[in-house]
């Protein structure tokens, strides 16, 4: 893929909304670059790392906005003015990475697909909240809290709402409410993934693959 300031090797699902980006950062870390990743809109949720060297798991959202990221390998609440993604959009044909060390990276690109897949956002209301809107009944959702400290939350249909794993931890899987049931329209959380007052950001997919020939992607 040709799209970018530098070249990237793209593998995409334009139907899911899914594409993994290799590259490799030529420039330093206060540079900017351009990369494209083959997908039919502009990346919703993009999770970078780098596979030479050592760096977090960078994760842009766009309800976040371009001067934030939070680090799939943390709980910590999200750091603002950052130059992760050069203060930039993604574009319908290319992301943006700038204060990444030089070096080969990995980026996986997401955008919502109606009726398949939703990213987006919620405020929490600390008691019982029905997140609708989704146009679908996921199957799976991950779920960070972006203004404050807390663990990201992976839930599925297979194990059942409730259980919950931390894919920035260790832990086993633990079986409560937090994620009451997967709805028609969406989800619904009770407990810790609904504090009130504060911002969730989540990926919700359904368990239905949209053919492409040659390739297939459940996320």
């Keep these: 893929n040709l799209d970018g300031t530098i070249g990237s090797i793209v593998n995409a699902n334009t139907a899911n909304g899914f594409s993994i980006v290799k590259f490799n950062k030529t420039t330093n870390s206060s540079t900017a670059s351009t990369f494209g990743h083959g997908l039919s809109a502009a990346p919703e949720m993009i999770i970078l790392k780098r596979t030479d060297g050592t760096e977090d798991w960078y994760v842009y959202h766009t309800s976040m906005g371009n001067a934030a ?80 400290a807390d663990s990201w939350q992976i839930y599925d249909s297979v194990r059942g709402a409730g259980k919950v794993l931390y894919p920035n931890g260790t832990n086993a899987e633990y079986a409560g409410s937090e994620l009451a049931s997967f709805d028609s329209d969406g989800f619904t959380v009770t407990g810790n993934p609904n504090e009130n007052g504060k911002t969730y950001i989540y990926y919700a997919v359904r368990h239905v693959l949209q053919p492409q020939a040659g390739f297939m992607s459940f996320l």
């Design 69 to 148: 990221r939070v680090q799939l390998n943390s709980s910590d609440a999200k750091t603002t003015g950052t130059n992760v993604w050069g203060q930039t959009n993604p574009s319908a044909t290319v992301f943006t990475v700038e204060s990444f060390n030089a070096g080969n990276a990995i980026a996986y690109c997401w955008h919502s697909v109606s009726g398949y897949s939703k990213i987006s956002s919620y405020t929490g209301n600390g008691g019982t909240l029905g997140v609708t809107g989704l146009g679908f009944q996921p199957d799976w959702v991950i779920i960070k809290e972006s203004d404050g």
